[in-house]
């Protein structure tokens, strides 16, 4: 079983960064790949960024997001980031990072490609 925790979101205003964090209890020798998903409010949740927990990760193609987030990992803490740059009114969303049991990474896997989740951190971007 694998626990996800993610921190880091609030309330900024447009322009401005974030990081969010998604602690995990993915040990390194695992071959994990952790996503990080958005939902707002009458959307479909979407994936914005994937990492493989031992390297390689990749980013939606949506226009929306490109250019803006950087994904990363600190093994040392178990840890997954989504740094956020340039953040937009359209970027106010829950944000949740899930986890699946496979080294294939690609932002087109749907949701429910995705075997464990955390409960979501709300990133709010005013104007």
């Known amino acids: 079983q694998v626990q996800l925790v993610e921190s880091g979101g609030g309330l900024v205003q447009a322009g401005g960064s974030l990081r969010l964090s998604c602690a995990t209890s993915i040990l390194t020798y695992n071959v994990y790949s952790v996503g990080w998903f958005r939902q707002a409010p009458g959307k479909e949740r979407e994936c914005v960024a994937v990492i493989r927990w031992n390297g390689g990760s990749t980013y939606s193609s949506a226009d929306s997001v490109k250019g803006r987030l950087t994904i990363s990992t600190d093994n040392d803490k178990n840890t997954v980031y989504l740094q956020m740059n340039s953040l937009k009114t359209e970027d106010t969303a829950v944000y949740y990072c899930?986890?699946?049991?496979?080294?294939?990474?690609?932002?087109?896997?749907?949701?429910?490609?995705?075997?464990?989740w955390g409960r979501g951190t709300q990133v709010t971007v005013s104007s």
């Open positions: 899930a986890a699946r049991r496979s080294s294939f990474v690609s932002a087109e896997l749907k949701p429910s490609d995705y075997e464990y």
